[in-house]
C-alpha cells in the first residue's frame, strides 16, 4: 500500500510574501496552461496537491496512476491544456511506468511529478525507496531532481523539453524538503514561443514536387501534433495528390473528402489495397509520417530509390523506411512554402486513387449479419455530429480503425506507438473532460476489465461517456494469431462477466445486446442520458477472421 508512508510535517499557513516550493512549480504549470492534474495522492505529495489547486489546477483522483495518466492524455488531446500526472514514492511510480512508455512512443508531452523523500534520509530509510530517476529515464526526453530554489527553473525547463519538436514525457523528482520550504515569491519571466521553423534551402524538393505527375501523401502523427490540418488540405488542393494516413491522423482531412484514401498502420487487408497505389507513385510526400505506427509490414515499404520528401518534427534514426531528402520542422509551414506556386498537375491514370479508395470502403463495409462490423457501424450512425471516439488495444481497434471514419482530427484516439491495452477508458474521460463533446469509448471486454475501477471515476465525475464493450470472453487478436501460426489455443480465455450489471452497481445504465436494432435504440437513448452508459454487445470472436 502506498497510504503507510513517513509522516508530513502539519501544514500551516504561508505568509503572504512567501511562497512553497510547490507553489513555485505549481503556478508555472498553470502559467504554461495546465488545468487538471490527475494522479492518487500520498504522504509525499500533499504539498503539491495542495499548490496545484491554489493555483487553480484541480486534481483529480483516478483509481490506478495508469488510468490517470491516459486522463491527462486524453484531455490534451481534447483542449490542449497541458498534461500532468502526480504520483507518489516507491508503488505509485512504478504503477505509471506503462503509461509513461506510452507518452513517450506516443507522443504526449506529459509532466510526471513524483514525490520522493530528501536525499540524506534516502541514504539510511529504505521503505518504498527506489530510484525514481534511473527507472524513469530510458523512457522519458528528461528527467529532473528539484533541489531549493530551482523549482520554477525546473520546471520551465521540463515543459520546453516536452513540448520542444516531437513531443514526450518528462520526469520530475520532487522532494519533500523541496516541495514545503518556504522561500520568496520571484516573478517568473514569460515563457518564449518556439518559432515555426522550416529549412532555409527547399529548392530540391520543389523541384521533386514540380517533376511530379503522380504524387502521393502519407500524413502522420506529427502533423496532428504540430495543427497542420490546414496546411495538409492547402498542399492536396495545389498538388492534387491522394492521402493516406495513419490511425492517428485519421481526420486531418475529413474522411468523406474523396481525396482520402483511408487509415493505414496494423491492417494487411489495408496494405494490400494501398500498396499498388504506392508502387505507382513517382513521389511519395511523408507528411509528418512517424512510422513508430506501423506494423512490421511497413519496414522498406518502397525502393530505395523511390523519390522520397520526409517531413517530420524531428528526425529519428528508426532504419523504416528511405527518403531523397529529410526536412526536419513545423510540418505545415513546410507543406505551404513546398507547394507556393504550385498547382495540380498529376496525370494519376484511370482515377486510380479514385478506385482504390472504393476498394478499401468496399473491404472494410459491414455484412448485414450481426459481429464487429455492425457494431461499428451501428454506433457510427447513432453518434452525433462532432462524437470523439476512443479505441483500446485489440482485434476490434485494428478494424475499428479502418472503418470508422473521422470527420476531424482526434476524432479517434488510441495507443498507436505503445498499443497498451487499458487505455480507452481513461482516455475517454480525459477527452469528455475537456472537449464537452459526445464521448465513445470502444473496447474488448478483457481491456476493461484492467480498468473496472474507472467507472467509479467516471461516476463521480457525472460524464455522460458510451462504453461499447466487444465482448467475445478471449483474447481475440492473440487467438487469431496462435491459428495463424498453427498453435494450440492457450491463455487467451476467460469466464464471462456480466458487465451490465457492472454498470449498474457502479452507477450508470448497463444493458446486454446482441442485435443491430437494440443496439441502435439503446445508442440513441445513451447519447441522450446524463450518466454514462454501457452497452456489452456479444459478438463471436471468429468474426474477426479475415476481417483486416
Known amino acids: 500500500m502506498r497510504h503507510d508512508t513517513i509522516p508530513t510535517r502539519r501544514a500551516t499557513a504561508v505568509p503572504s510574501d512567501l511562497v512553497t516550493g510547490a507553489d513555485?512549480?505549481?503556478?508555472?504549470?498553470?502559467?504554461?496552461?495546465?488545468?487538471?492534474?490527475?494522479?492518487?495522492?500520498?504522504g509525499e505529495v500533499l504539498a503539491l496537491v495542495d499548490a496545484l489547486e491554489r493555483a487553480g489546477i484541480r486534481f483529480l483522483l483516478a483509481k490506478h496512476e495508469n488510468a490517470a495518466g491516459f486522463m491527462a492524455e486524453g484531455l490534451w488531446h481534447a483542449t490542449g491544456a497541458l498534461p500532468v500526472l502526480v504520483a507518489t514514492l516507491g508503488p505509485g511510480v512504478a504503477n505509471a511506468v506503462n503509461v509513461v512508455a506510452n507518452a513517450q512512443q506516443d507522443r504526449v508531452p506529459l509532466i510526471f511529478i513524483t514525490g520522493c523523500v530528501d536525499q540524506a534520509l534516502a541514504e539510511s530509510y529504505t521503505h518504498q525507496v527506489f530510484d525514481h530517476q534511473a527507472v524513469l529515464r530510458p523512457l522519458v526526453k528528461a528527467s529532473f531532481r528539484a533541489a531549493p530554489g530551482t523549482e520554477d527553473h525546473v520546471v520551465e525547463k521540463a515543459i520546453a523539453i516536452a513540448t520542444r519538436g516531437r513531443p514526450g514525457p518528462v520526469h520530475i523528482d520532487l522532494p519533500i524538503s523541496v516541495a514545503e520550504a518556504r522561500t520568496a515569491r520571484r516573478t517568473p519571466p514569460a515563457m518564449p514561443m518556439s518559432p515555426q521553423s522550416a529549412p532555409a534551402d527547399l529548392a530540391?524538393?520543389?523541384?521533386?514536387?514540380?517533376?511530379?505527375?503522380?504524387?502521393?501523401?502519407?500524413?502522420?502523427?506529427?502533423?496532428?501534433?504540430?495543427?497542420?490540418?490546414?496546411?495538409?488540405?492547402?498542399?492536396?488542393?495545389?498538388?492534387?495528390?491522394?492521402?493516406?494516413?495513419?490511425?492517428k491522423a485519421k481526420g486531418l482531412v475529413p474522411e468523406s473528402d474523396p481525396r482520402v484514401i483511408g487509415g493505414i498502420g496494423l491492417s494487411p487487408k489495408a496494405d494490400a489495397i494501398v500498396h499498388p497505389l504506392i508502387a505507382a507513385a513517382d513521389l511519395i510526400v511523408l507528411a509528418g509520417y512517424d512510422p513508430i505506427e506501423m506494423r512490421q509490414g511497413w519496414r522498406n515499404p518502397w525502393p530505395a530509390?523511390?523519390?522520397?520528401?520526409?517531413?517530420?518534427?524531428?528526425?529519428?534514426?528508426?532504419?523504416?523506411?528511405?527518403?531523397?531528402?529529410?526536412?526536419?520542422g513545423d510540418v505545415g509551414v513546410i507543406l505551404t512554402r513546398?507547394?507556393?506556386?504550385?498547382?495540380?498537375?498529376?496525370?494519376?491514370?484511370?482515377?486510380?486513387?479514385?478506385?482504390?479508395?472504393?476498394?478499401?470502403?468496399?473491404?472494410?463495409?459491414?455484412?448485414?449479419a450481426w459481429g464487429p462490423h455492425a457494431v461499428f457501424e451501428t454506433l457510427r450512425e447513432a453518434a452525433p455530429a462532432g462524437t470523439v471516439a476512443t479505441a483500446d488495444s485489440g482485434a476490434h481497434r485494428i478494424l475499428l480503425s479502418q472503418a470508422w471514419a473521422c470527420d476531424g482530427p482526434r476524432g479517434l484516439l488510441q495507443s498507436t506507438g505503445l498499443c497498451?491495452?487499458?487505455?480507452?477508458?481513461?482516455?475517454?474521460?480525459?477527452?469528455?473532460?475537456?472537449?464537452?463533446?459526445?464521448?465513445?469509448?470502444?473496447?474488448?471486454?478483457?481491456?476493461?476489465?484492467?480498468?473496472?475501477?474507472?467507472?467509479?471515476?467516471?461516476?463521480?465525475?457525472?460524464?455522460?461517456?458510451?462504453?461499447?464493450?466487444?465482448?467475445?470472453?478471449?483474447?481475440?487478436?492473440?487467438?487469431?494469431?496462435?491459428?495463424?501460426?498453427?498453435?494450440?489455443?492457450?491463455?487467451?480465455?476467460?469466464?464471462?462477466?456480466?458487465?451490465?450489471?457492472?454498470?449498474?452497481?457502479?452507477?450508470?445504465?448497463?444493458?446486454?445486446?446482441?442485435?443491430r436494432r437494440s443496439l441502435k435504440r439503446e445508442a440513441q437513448a445513451a447519447f441522450q442520458r446524463e450518466g454514462f452508459t454501457l452497452l456489452a454487445c456479444h459478438i463471436d470472436a471468429e468474426s474477426y477472421e479475415g476481417a483486416f
Not at 524538393?205 to 490540418?229: F, H, K, M, W, Y
Not at 474507472?454 to 470472453?473: G, H, N
Open 24 to 42: 513555485l512549480l505549481a503556478g508555472r504549470l498553470a502559467a504554461a496552461g495546465a488545468t487538471h492534474a490527475f494522479g492518487i495522492p500520498g
Open 204 to 247: 530540391f524538393a520543389r523541384e521533386l514536387i514540380a517533376s511530379a505527375r503522380t504524387p502521393l501523401v502519407i500524413a502522420g502523427l506529427d502533423l496532428v501534433n504540430q495543427g497542420g490540418a490546414t496546411a495538409l488540405d492547402r498542399f492536396l488542393a495545389q498538388t492534387g495528390a491522394p492521402l493516406l494516413t495513419t490511425y
Open 305 to 328: 530509390d523511390k523519390r522520397v520528401i520526409d517531413i517530420v518534427a524531428e528526425p529519428v534514426q528508426h532504419g523504416m523506411h528511405a527518403s531523397s531528402v529529410l526536412l526536419e
Open 338 to 368: 513546398l507547394a507556393e506556386g504550385f498547382w495540380s498537375n498529376n496525370t494519376w491514370p484511370d482515377r486510380e486513387p479514385a478506385a482504390i479508395r472504393r476498394s478499401f470502403r468496399a473491404a472494410f463495409a459491414a455484412a448485414p
Open 420 to 515: 497498451t491495452m487499458g487505455c480507452a477508458l481513461p482516455l475517454a474521460i480525459g477527452a469528455a473532460l475537456g472537449s464537452g463533446r459526445p464521448t465513445l469509448c470502444f473496447v474488448g471486454d478483457a481491456g476493461l476489465e484492467m480498468v473496472l475501477g474507472e467507472l467509479a471515476t467516471l461516476r463521480d465525475l457525472r460524464l455522460p461517456i458510451v462504453i461499447a464493450v466487444l465482448v467475445d470472453e478471449s483474447l481475440g487478436l492473440i487467438a487469431l494469431k496462435q491459428r495463424q501460426l498453427g498453435l494450440r489455443r492457450a491463455g487467451v480465455d476467460f469466464g464471462a462477466t456480466d458487465f451490465a450489471a457492472v454498470a449498474r452497481a457502479m452507477g450508470g445504465h448497463g444493458v446486454d445486446l446482441d442485435d
